[in-house]
């Protein structure tokens, strides 16, 4: 499976960006995605994760309530649509993909190049 983010740039706080996450290859199989971030000199952080169905998600407690996952199975295609962006977001956004969902990243085997969101003060 390869992975493609996109949507990411440079928005002022409060603002908002939908990143896509694009998969391709053995896109046949059930999937659950995860968000995940990293800024510099910090480790990756989980974000947000979403199941096959799109039935289960699961949110960081830093994003509850602006950050919403949604996917398009037809397109294989998933989305994160962040509201009320704050400078402490800023980071590269990462998807990651496998079979069964997680908020610890070494359970994915699938991971995209990332996408920078930039959020100024």
């Known amino acids: 499976v390869q992975l493609v983010e996109s949507g990411g740039g440079l928005v002022q706080a409060g603002g908002s960006l939908r990143l896509s996450c694009a998969a391709s290859g053995r896109t046949s199989r059930s999937y659950s995605v995860g968000w995940f971030r990293q800024a510099p000199g910090r480790e990756r952080e989980f974000v947000v994760s979403?199941?096959?169905?799109?039935?289960?998600?699961y949110y960081a407690d830093s994003v509850k309530g602006r950050f919403a996952i949604s996917r398009d199975n037809a397109k294989n295609t998933v989305y994160l649509q962040m509201n009320s962006l704050k400078p402490e977001d800023t980071a590269i956004y990462y998807c990651a993909a496998d079979r069964v969902g997680s908020s610890w990243p070494p359970v994915y085997n699938y991971w995209g190049q990332g996408t920078l969101v930039t959020v100024s003060s």
């Open positions: 979403i199941s096959w169905s799109g039935g289960n998600t």
